[in-house]
């Protein structure tokens, strides 16, 4: 197992850890709580039968501030708080008085979060914290000899920023040199401290590197390799194919190379011949780590026998950490039956790893049985009726170019005149704050506590009440305000067919925070609307167009487990037409412009840029899909979440939608000059307002972001709305910049 869950199968971790945060929780309970859950973890890993188990997996908060914190990159402005260590800790995650958190940006492809650790040229690197080895220490004291794992040397360089006020020169991994007698150093003192092996993550090698980088690759584990005292060195790289990295690692003095055989299935065609490989131990990742489907034990054993004899041994494990998938799936009440056979999640995984090592150990015999059993769930899987629904696949195999596209933006916005905006239009992203009120709602009704119709009255007056607030503020295309929405996707999930949600499947997103991806099994259909009650509820409150409000497939598709029996690209189509037939029914029950939202368009592009064109091709076509089916006169919106667009930029363009909502307060606006560069020329909200913090934006600070936004783009194409959505926010604060942003609109307008 290269990693596994930390936050609790209950989530125990969460509740200490927000418990120790507001004050209801001693240092001492976190730390307790957070033994028991190392101690549960490293028990049930061995007596799952593991030869070797992962220590160092736990986190209080993230593993790449981890290693920032075991190697010093402390920043000043937290290290002069002059906190304790774990106090130091939670500042740099999560800001404290008035130093700034670490930057938090997600964790390659996954919709994981970690902590971008900041570099100065004056960094000291040294071993500063003893984490690694204390939790070596209490593995061994609870009987089990585990293996350390750290985040490599190259990744978290890599991963790194130049800390402010470095030279524009500088890069963190010109400090490489001083981070590995850091890393020589801790190898030494766990070798002395007993450990055997110690695993080094570096999955940075299954994105593109430069020749540069991947110099450093090999002169980083040359050095670590050739150190006299110093456990076994495991290097792991998942996500994907390592490419040239692999034959670089190879040829170090290192004993053992985790390679990704799900996700980087192709390299299994070029381990062979592979020079060095025949000294070193071969982790076989088969065990998909990121997704949920129980494995095809066959499947993966008949390649790792094409494994065997190429390298020194052959081991098997998942093909990355399991941090990405729930604990449990026997936690699952809710989950048809015949589904739910069909699912692996960690606990199961496990054991799937183990039965394979077995087997390649001991041969078939010894594991028949559950080989069996894997070989009658895939075979039920592959003809289960419940998966497949043949009008879905027969429209998909209808669908031509005119569904993906509508007439040209002139002759649209010629038809949307009649929706009567002023120039400067000014909205919101959809979401407004989620009461206590709407929440206590939300839990009463599963708890079986207040029936449908009383729910659904409580979220027709919250809706009232969201549009009336917009009325009296002014705002010129309102939302409902989505209280009905646990959350963008699930609630979606939970109104289409082809989905599961489970009940405890949660999955660390960063922190404390985690979230419950729905688990798509079958083709997508949607038995009915899902949004146009609430919708066309609100429109009926005002005379002022109410914007209906979606989430887009791709979002869909990224923030849930999805099917590995077909591709990516006919399952987000089928996302699409159930969009499709959304805003279809959307606008016939008089609703006339509606948000497809898309933030995750940026997440799942792929890490390499050889792959780059095809998912964006086949993402655009998919939203392509979903929003042209209404007439000219219908206005599409999407919104997308950052500023931070470089090679997506295009597919932005050719979204094609009417108005295009981003990030931008934070970056004052540079994204418009981006966007005019590659042509676009249609309807663009910059977020003036960071919804990311409690703080309320002035009437000049607004109108100065529009000014500066209207060097960039004609008055009749901005829109002022805030950066995203404000369900997080509290209503005090929301109509406090709510009312500026109306009025530095009005005061722009009136300047024109
Ligand atoms: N419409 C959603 C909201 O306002 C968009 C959220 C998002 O972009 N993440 O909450
Ligand atoms: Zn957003």
Same mark, same amino acid.
């Given at each position: /197992?290269?990693?596994?869950?930390?936050?609790?199968?209950?989530?125990?971790?969460?509740?200490?850890?927000?418990?120790?945060?507001?004050?209801?929780?001693?240092?001492?309970?976190?730390?307790?709580?957070? &033994?028991?859950?190392?101690?549960?973890?490293?028990?049930?890993? &061995?007596?799952?039968?593991? !030869?070797?188990?992962?220590?160092?997996?736990?986190?209080?908060?993230?593993?790449?501030?981890?290693?920032?914190?075991?190697?010093?990159?402390?920043?000043?402005?937290?290290?002069?708080?002059?906190?304790?260590?774990?106090?130091?800790?939670?500042?740099?995650?999560?800001?404290? !008085?008035?130093?700034?958190?670490?930057? /938090?940006?997600?964790?390659? $492809?996954?919709?994981?979060?970690?902590?971008?650790?900041?570099?100065?040229?004056?960094?000291?690197?040294?071993?500063? $914290?003893?984490?690694?080895?204390?939790?070596?220490?209490?593995?061994?004291?609870?009987?089990?000899?585990?293996?350390?794992?750290?985040?490599?040397?190259?990744?978290?360089?890599?991963?790194?920023?130049?800390?402010?006020?470095?030279?524009?020169?500088?890069?963190?991994?010109?400090?490489?040199?001083?981070?590995?007698?850091?890393?020589?150093?801790?190898?030494?003192?766990?070798?002395?401290?007993?450990?055997?092996?110690?695993?080094?993550?570096?999955?940075?090698?299954?994105?593109? &590197?430069?020749?540069?980088?991947?110099?450093?690759?090999?002169?980083?584990?040359?050095?670590?390799?050739?150190?006299?005292?110093?456990?076994?060195?495991?290097?792991?790289?998942?996500?994907?194919?390592?490419?040239?990295?692999?034959?670089?690692?190879?040829?170090?003095?290192?004993?053992?190379?985790?390679?990704?055989?799900?996700?980087?299935?192709?390299?299994?065609?070029?381990?062979?011949?592979?020079?060095?490989?025949?000294? +070193?131990?071969?982790?076989?990742?088969?065990?998909?780590?990121?997704?949920?489907?129980?494995?095809?034990? $066959?499947?993966?054993?008949?390649?790792?026998?094409?494994?065997?004899?190429?390298?020194?041994?052959?081991?098997?494990?998942?093909?990355?950490?399991?941090?990405?998938?729930?604990?449990?799936?026997?936690?699952?009440?809710?989950?048809?039956?015949?589904?739910?056979?069909?699912?692996?999640?960690?606990?199961?995984?496990?054991?799937?790893?183990?039965?394979?090592?077995?087997?390649?150990?001991?041969?078939?015999?010894?594991?028949?049985?559950?080989?069996?059993?894997?070989?009658?769930?895939?075979?039920?899987?592959?003809?289960?009726?419940?998966?497949?629904?043949?009008?879905?696949?027969?429209?998909? +195999?209808?669908?031509?170019?005119?569904?993906?596209?509508?007439?040209?933006?002139?002759?649209?916005?010629?038809?949307?005149?009649?929706?009567?905006?002023?120039?400067?239009?000014?909205?919101?992203?959809?979401?407004?704050?989620?009461?206590?009120?709407?929440?206590?709602?939300?839990?009463?009704?599963?708890?079986?506590?207040?029936?449908?119709?009383?729910?659904?009255?409580? /979220?027709?007056?919250?809706?009232?009440?969201?549009?009336?607030?917009?009325?009296?503020?002014?705002?010129?295309?309102?939302?409902?305000?989505?209280?009905?929405?646990?959350?963008?996707?699930?609630?979606?999930?939970?109104?289409?067919?082809?989905?599961?949600?489970?009940?405890?499947?949660?999955?660390?997103?960063?922190?404390?925070?985690?979230?419950?991806?729905?688990?798509?099994?079958?083709?997508?259909?949607?038995?009915?609307?899902?949004?146009?009650?609430?919708?066309?509820?609100?429109?009926?409150?005002?005379?002022?167009?109410?914007?209906?409000?979606?989430?887009?497939?791709?979002?869909?598709?990224?923030?849930?487990?999805?099917? !590995?029996?077909?591709?990516?690209?006919?399952?987000?189509?089928?996302?699409?037409?159930?969009?499709? !037939?959304?805003?279809?029914?959307?606008?016939?029950?008089?609703?006339?412009?509606?948000?497809?939202?898309?933030?995750?368009?940026?997440?799942?592009?792929?890490?390499?840029?050889?792959?780059?064109?095809?998912?964006?091709?086949?993402?655009?076509?998919?939203?392509?899909?979903?929003?042209?089916?209404?007439? $000219?006169?219908?206005?599409?919106?999407?919104?997308?979440?950052?500023?931070?667009?470089?090679?997506?930029?295009?597919?932005?363009?050719?979204?094609?939608?009417?108005?295009?909502?981003?990030?931008?307060?934070?970056?004052?606006?540079?994204?418009?000059?981006?966007?005019?560069?590659?042509?676009?020329?249609?309807?663009?909200?910059?977020?003036?307002?960071?919804?990311?913090?409690?703080?309320?934006?002035?009437?000049?600070?607004?109108?100065?972001?529009?000014?500066?936004?209207?060097?960039?783009?004609?008055?009749?194409?901005?829109?002022?709305?805030?950066?995203?959505?404000? +369900?997080?926010?509290?209503?005090?604060?929301?109509?406090?910049?709510?009312?500026?942003?109306?009025?530095?609109?009005?005061?722009?307008?009136?300047?024109?």
């Amino acid at each position: /197992m290269l990693g596994y869950p930390r936050i609790g199968p209950n989530r125990e971790l969460k509740r200490a850890l927000e418990d120790y945060w507001s004050g209801r929780c001693d240092e001492a309970h976190l730390r307790e709580v957070a &033994r028991e859950l190392r101690a549960d973890t490293w028990r049930a890993l &061995r007596d799952a039968g593991l !030869d070797s188990v992962p220590s160092g997996t736990f986190s209080f908060y993230d593993h790449v501030l981890d290693t920032a914190v075991t190697f010093g990159a402390v920043p000043e402005r937290h290290a002069a708080l002059g906190l304790g260590p774990l106090d130091t800790y939670f500042a740099m995650a999560r800001g404290a !008085d008035s130093a700034a958190p670490l930057e /938090m940006t997600k964790w390659f $492809d996954t919709n994981y979060h970690y902590l971008v650790p900041e570099i100065a040229p004056d960094t000291r690197f040294r071993v500063a $914290d003893r984490i690694p080895i204390e939790q070596y220490r209490e593995a061994a004291a609870a009987g089990v000899p585990a293996r350390p794992v750290l985040v490599g040397p190259l990744t978290f360089l890599l991963l790194a920023k130049p800390a402010a006020g470095s030279p524009d020169s500088f890069r963190p991994l010109d400090k490489l040199d001083e981070l590995l007698d850091a890393y020589a150093e801790l190898l030494g003192e766990l070798h002395s401290a007993g450990a055997e092996w110690v695993q080094l993550d570096e999955p940075a090698f299954a994105a593109d &590197r430069s020749p540069a980088e991947l110099d450093a690759l090999r002169r980083a584990y040359h050095r670590l390799g050739g150190l006299a005292r110093r456990p076994d060195l495991l290097v792991a790289g998942y996500f994907g194919d390592l490419g040239e990295a692999l034959d670089v690692l190879a040829v170090t003095p290192v004993e053992a190379i985790a390679v990704d055989l799900v996700a980087g299935r192709s390299q299994v065609d070029r381990l062979p011949g592979l020079p060095g490989l025949q000294d +070193k131990t071969l982790v076989a990742g088969l065990v998909d780590g990121r997704n949920v489907w129980r494995t095809d034990l $066959d499947d993966a054993l008949s390649t790792a026998a094409t494994l065997l004899g190429l390298a020194g041994s052959v081991a098997v494990s998942t093909s990355c950490s399991l941090l990405h998938v729930p604990y449990d799936v026997e936690a699952e009440a809710g989950i048809d039956p015949r589904v739910k056979s069909w699912l692996a999640f960690a606990v199961q995984k496990v054991r799937e790893v183990v039965v394979l090592g077995r087997a390649l150990r001991e041969g078939r015999d010894a594991v028949a049985d559950d080989l069996a059993a894997a070989r009658a769930i895939a075979a039920d899987r592959a003809e289960a009726d419940l998966v497949r629904d043949h009008r879905v696949q027969a429209r998909l +195999k209808s669908l031509r170019p005119q569904h993906f596209r509508r007439a040209d933006y002139a002759t649209r916005r010629v038809a949307q005149e009649s929706l009567r905006l002023p120039p400067l239009p000014t909205t919101t992203i959809g979401s407004f704050p989620q009461t206590s009120e709407v929440r206590r709602a939300r839990a009463a009704l599963r708890r079986g506590r207040i029936d449908r119709a009383t729910y659904r009255q409580r /979220m027709r007056d919250e809706i009232e009440h969201v549009v009336r607030r917009q009325e009296e503020l002014g705002l010129d295309v309102l939302v409902h305000g989505e209280p009905e929405r646990n959350d963008m996707v699930q609630y979606f999930a939970e109104h289409l067919g082809g989905f599961a949600c489970t009940d405890h499947g949660w999955v660390q997103s960063y922190g404390s925070r985690c979230v419950r991806p729905p688990i798509l099994y079958g083709d997508v259909s949607r038995p009915e609307p899902i949004t146009v009650e609430w919708a066309t509820h609100a429109q009926r409150l005002t005379t002022k167009p109410v914007k209906g409000m979606l989430t887009g497939p791709v979002t869909i598709l990224a923030w849930s487990f999805v099917r !590995d029996d077909q591709p990516l690209a006919d399952t987000a189509a089928q996302i699409a037409l159930a969009i499709r !037939d959304e805003v279809r029914d959307l606008e016939a029950a008089g609703i006339r412009v509606v948000q497809v939202d898309e933030p995750a368009l940026r997440e799942l592009l792929p890490l390499r840029a050889a792959e780059h064109r095809r998912y964006l091709e086949w993402a655009v076509n998919a939203f392509r899909l979903a929003t042209s089916g209404v007439a $000219d006169s219908t206005q599409i919106h999407t919104h997308l979440c950052y500023s931070e667009f470089g090679d997506v930029i295009e597919a932005i363009a050719a979204l094609d939608a009417d108005v295009t909502s981003i990030e931008a307060a934070r970056s004052r606006m540079e994204v418009l000059g981006d966007l005019a560069a590659v042509g676009f020329a249609r309807g663009v909200g910059p977020g003036v307002y960071d919804i990311h913090s409690p703080r309320v934006p002035e009437v000049d600070e607004i109108a100065s972001l529009l000014r500066a936004a209207l060097a960039a783009v004609p008055a009749e194409r901005l829109w002022v709305n805030p950066d995203c959505g404000l +369900k997080t926010r509290g209503y005090p604060e929301v109509e406090a910049a709510l009312e500026n942003l109306v009025r530095a609109a009005a005061q722009v307008r009136a300047s024109l």
